[in-house]
């Protein structure tokens, strides 16, 4: 069963450049949470993802009237003039449609130090040890019971963004 996607009124609350993503912040109009993160990636340009978030990014430039560059793409180059471009749309209204996400981690200590480990599918502990399943196919992590002192696992709770919308109500020219 896929996850429920719901859909958020929302108002463009800032950006920030960090490398080669660009941090798109939402300020819903009611409810929870306070405020949403996208995280648009800039580069490398043909990929999906890139592509995807650069077409948020237009929405969001759209929905704020602010002109677009003749080629978006080459915003990939300068993020914080992208960042810029998103802090004109300050208090633009946009609908995001999201999706909940949880992120499973696990804190691992040892005798040789402290392990976090993100991308937590499962774990299990028996006679040997500690064994760790990642996610992306990544391989089983092992920790011998000898070495292990104590873990503790937690997890991390966020809404994806998956598309932004101009609200159907407004009238752009």
């Known amino acids: ?4 996607i719901n859909r958020l009124s929302c108002v463009v609350g800032g950006a920030q450049a960090a490398g080669t993503l660009l941090r798109v912040f939402f300020v819903p109009l009611r409810g929870y949470p306070r405020e949403i993160e996208d995280r648009v990636p800039l580069r490398p340009a043909g990929e999906i993802a890139t592509v995807r978030g650069i077409g948020r990014l237009l929405r969001v430039f759209r929905a704020g009237r602010v002109r677009v560059p003749p080629d978006p793409y080459r915003l990939g180059a300068d993020p914080q003039r992208a960042a810029e471009l998103v802090l004109r749309c300050q208090g633009a209204r946009v609908e995001l449609r999201v999706e909940r996400r949880v992120e499973r981690m696990l ?29 992306g ?36 020219r």
């Open 107 to 135: 804190t691992v200590w040892t005798d040789a130090g402290v392990d976090r480990i993100r991308g937590v599918l499962d774990y299990t502990e028996d006679d040997e040890g500690l064994s760790v399943l990642r996610r």
């Open 137 to 172: 196919g990544q391989s089983l992590l092992k920790f011998p019971r000898e070495s292990l002192i104590r873990f503790a696992p937690s997890s991390t709770e966020r809404l994806e963004v998956l598309s932004v919308e101009v609200p159907s109500g407004l009238r752009l």
């Open 1 to 4: 069963m896929a996850p429920p």
